[in-house]
């Protein structure tokens, strides 16, 4: 029973190197979770198909400790029903590039060293909390093009740019190339935690209407050049 897995160990799958595709994953519709480690070391893990009736993913279940040893899926569904994510699930899993999340999902954990990854989409059910922050979505220039569900009742997303939905706050933005300019539009008041994390703007404009700075907002970056038209200096959390 695959369920009972609390430890890598503990998985019948734990370091099987040798598997490439395991799309027959998807018949094992006893499970209500991937289980802690439960791909943990497979490293070669090209494909694969997840079980339809799963609630949760937990931590691990497709890393390694190995730097960039997590497995090698490159495309994957999070089949409906899906409601949590949790912290490190695809921590290592480098050759991630397509991610297509469930309706259903409230809960994700971290895709911060998915470098390669090229798309993520933000259901509805996703709240703030779970898409800002430096931890969620991947850091260190990835051009990443992130699409907000139109339903979302906070968030939207506009040329890659994650707002609230009054378009005040700048939540997310995953989309840079070293030496890029990007000029916050007016009206924007709010930097969130982790806004620029890891970007490669060489020059960030920031609006007259900009009041907050949280933290992390700007940190990590390749900045050079930070021009601001606000008339007070806005409130910086460090």
């Given at each position: 029973?695959?369920?009972?897995?609390?430890?890598?160990?503990?998985?019948?799958?734990?370091?099987?190197?040798?598997?490439?595709k395991?799309?027959?994953?998807?018949?094992?519709?006893?499970?209500?979770?991937?289980?802690?480690?439960?791909?943990?070391?497979?490293?070669?893990?090209?494909?694969?198909?997840?079980?339809?009736?799963?609630?949760?993913?937990?931590?691990?279940?497709?890393?390694?400790?190995?730097?960039?040893?997590?497995?090698?899926?490159?495309?994957?569904?999070?089949?409906?029903?899906?409601?949590?994510?949790?912290?490190y699930?695809?921590?290592?899993?480098?050759?991630?590039?397509?991610?297509?999340?469930?309706?259903?999902?409230?809960?994700?954990?971290?895709?911060?060293?998915?470098?390669?990854?090229?798309?993520?989409?933000?259901?509805?059910?996703?709240v703030?909390?779970?898409?800002?922050?430096?931890?969620k979505?991947?850091?260190?220039?990835?051009?990443?093009?992130?699409?907000?569900?139109?339903?979302?009742?906070?968030?939207?997303?506009?040329?890659?740019?994650?707002?609230?939905?009054?378009?005040?706050q700048?939540?997310?933005?995953?989309?840079?190339?070293?030496?890029?300019?990007?000029?916050?539009?007016?009206?924007?008041?709010?930097?969130?935690?982790?806004?620029?994390?890891g970007?490669?703007?060489s020059?960030?404009?920031?609006?007259?209407s900009?009041?907050?700075?949280?933290?992390?907002?700007?940190?990590?970056?390749?900045?050079?050049?930070?021009?601001?038209?606000?008339?007070?200096?806005?409130?910086?959390?460090?």
């Amino acid at each position: 029973d695959i369920n009972s897995s609390s430890s890598y160990t503990g998985s019948i799958f734990y370091n099987k190197t040798d598997i490439t595709k395991f799309d027959e994953f998807e018949y094992f519709t006893g499970l209500s979770k991937i289980p802690y480690g439960c791909f943990y070391g497979c490293e070669n893990l090209e494909s694969i198909k997840l079980p339809p009736n799963i609630k949760e993913i937990e931590g691990d279940a497709f890393s390694t400790m190995q730097a960039g040893g997590g497995a090698k899926i490159t495309n994957l569904v999070i089949p409906e029903g899906v409601e949590k994510i949790n912290y490190y699930a695809f921590l290592g899993c480098t050759h991630l590039e397509h991610i297509s999340l469930p309706s259903t999902l409230k809960e994700i954990g971290s895709f911060r060293y998915a470098k390669n990854l090229k798309s993520i989409n933000i259901p509805k059910g996703l709240v703030l909390k779970e898409v800002g922050g430096t931890t969620k979505l991947p850091e260190q220039g990835t051009e990443v093009s992130i699409v907000v569900d139109a339903d979302h009742p906070t968030l939207c997303s506009v040329n890659n740019v994650v707002y609230t939905k009054d378009m005040k706050q700048i939540i997310a933005c995953r989309y840079s190339t070293k030496g890029q300019r990007f000029e916050v539009p007016e009206g924007v008041t709010t930097l969130y935690d982790g806004a620029f994390y890891g970007q490669l703007f060489s020059e960030i404009i920031l609006p007259s209407s900009l009041v907050e700075i949280q933290t992390a907002a700007l940190a990590f970056n390749a900045l050079q050049t930070l021009v601001s038209f606000a008339p007070y200096i806005p409130t910086v959390h460090s």
